[in-house]
């Protein structure tokens, strides 16, 4: 009896510490913000720029005193921050050091099918592939990111993404922060295990507590007095946001997912789903030194993931109440608020009549477990949409997952499209354009357009739940030449 009795006992223990498995506690606002490093190119000539870049497995200190393993770009978690200007090509070469296959993506960009880090278009373990990036279009704040056929989730989850931010003249001539004060923020949700180790379970939106902001739990951020320019990429594979400032104060957004927004927008809450960005104008100006400002996401399902990061102003102390500031975005000296954007183009940037409408239904398929798009899950073999090289399309998209309470998003590679309606009512102008990603709540139904003027070839559109686009929530279109 003891004999059999000892047996038990050992794996009893060992399912014990993996049901009570709660991971090293960090104190809120423990830890500092860190900005990943700007990778600088390797060499430049009178057009390019030249970068190198490595993937590799790579154990860092996520949480205070533990080793983390995972996957990076450089070892540095998130990637470097690649600076581009309009007008000079990036070209970037990335080596797999993975025992797997990788594929990097640049969301949100305008490039070649052979740069766009197709999911069927794998760096082999071990080899090199030089993406090249144009960087033929507006100013925008872009990311990269794994898009590995049926891995992509996991990759990204693991830390495959880095910030990658496209300036132009228009850009350079605003009075906007920049130096220290424009700062990108990558936010992601996480589940560590009791050693501090990366969970990854498909699709567990609930179980994952923690949000990373730039890789760092729960940080605190030391501000300046000042005007910040904050970009903000939501890097996460399932978590939704709804920014707010803990003091009321408000945000200028500037910047949606492709570039300048016409009218710049003063925001209480911004939403921001997965792959998509803001950018946003945060006044510490008038704030009084010590105050601490918290980041919050009031659409958090748990009361530990509502403080993302908290700003403290100006030095000093003590960093405990927060004073009601609100900015008068209307009296600020920011010569582009509340007028409109120098440059913006006067005319529709999406011309052109619209020659077709498509229509694709976003649900869970409860019988094979898949997600699915018009009932079917991804196959690399087919293309879903042939599309006449500069044509204008409208495409109606339905999350029919109303029932299962289930959200979605919907990105197209390649475009930059403008979000006309959602269930009949005009989107705000500050979600409408230039947008590669849009939000669809349980029972949506959304219509964007789009003009497919640039490249020919195959590209994926996909959910940017990235657990959800993984098994398999993603088609492709194709743009042909014009008959
Ligand atoms: Cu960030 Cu295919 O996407
Ligand atoms: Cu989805």
Request: net charge neutral; with cysteine.
């Amino acid at each position: 009896g003891s004999v059999v009795g000892a047996a038990l006992v050992f794996p009893a223990r060992q399912l014990a510490s993996a049901f009570s498995d709660d991971p090293p506690r960090v104190p809120p606002f423990s830890v500092p913000l860190s900005i990943p490093p700007v990778l600088k190119p390797t060499r430049s000539t009178a057009d390019t720029d030249y970068y190198d870049m490595r993937i590799a497995e790579t154990d860092l200190e996520i949480l205070p005193g533990i080793r983390t393993r995972t996957l990076t770009f450089n070892g540095s978690f998130p990637g470097p921050t690649i600076r581009a200007r309009r007008g000079r090509a990036a070209v970037v070469r990335q080596v797999n050091g993975l025992p797997g296959p990788a594929t990097v993506h640049l969301h949100g960009a305008d490039v070649l099918p052979s740069s766009d880090g197709h999911p069927m278009d794998p760096i082999a373990p071990g080899q090199a592939r030089v993406y090249r990036y144009p960087n033929d279009q507006r100013a925008a704040t872009l990311w990269y990111h794994d898009h590995t056929h049926h891995l992509e989730g996991e990759q990204v989850y693991r830390g495959l993404s880095g910030a990658y931010l496209l300036s132009d003249p228009v850009d350079a001539l605003l009075p906007l922060p920049g130096g220290e004060f424009d700062v990108p923020l990558v936010l992601r949700d996480a589940k560590f295990d009791s050693r501090g180790q990366l969970v990854f379970v498909p699709d567990d939106f609930m179980n994952r507590p923690t949000i990373l902001v730039n890789g760092r739990p729960q940080p605190y951020f030391e501000v300046k007095r000042k005007l910040y320019r904050l970009r903000l990429i939501n890097g996460s594979n399932l978590e939704v946001f709804r920014f707010r400032l803990s003091t009321g104060a408000t945000f200028l957004q500037i910047a949606s997912d492709g570039g300048f927004l016409r009218v710049p927008a003063v925001r209480q809450e911004i939403d921001l789903w997965p792959a998509e960005r803001v950018e946003v104008l945060v006044d510490f100006r008038s704030v009084p030194q010590g105050t601490a400002i918290a980041l919050q996401n009031v659409a958090a399902l748990s009361e530990n993931k509502r403080d993302i990061l908290q700003f403290r102003v100006g030095g000093g102390g003590p960093w405990s109440k927060s004073e009601s500031v609100i900015p008068d975005w209307n009296r600020a000296r920011i010569p582009l608020a509340p007028g409109r954007i120098p440059g913006w183009p006067a005319n529709d940037p999406l011309r052109g009549n619209v020659t077709r409408t498509r229509r694709f239904v976003l649900r869970l398929d409860l019988a094979s477990g898949q997600f699915v798009i018009n009932d079917k899950g991804f196959d690399p073999d087919r293309v879903d949409a042939t599309i006449e090289h500069g044509s204008t399309e409208i495409w109606e998209i339905v999350n029919d997952d109303a029932a299962l309470g289930i959200q979605h998003t919907m990105h197209l590679h390649l475009v930059q499209f403008r979000v006309l309606d959602r269930n009949g009512r005009p989107e705000p102008a500050y979600d409408s354009y230039p947008k590669d990603t849009v939000r669809l709540f349980p029972g949506d139904v959304v219509r964007i357009q789009a003009t497919f003027d640039s490249h020919l070839g195959r590209y994926p559109f996909h959910c940017h739940f990235l657990d959800h686009a993984t098994h398999s929530m993603m088609g492709q279109f194709e743009v042909v030449p014009r008959r």
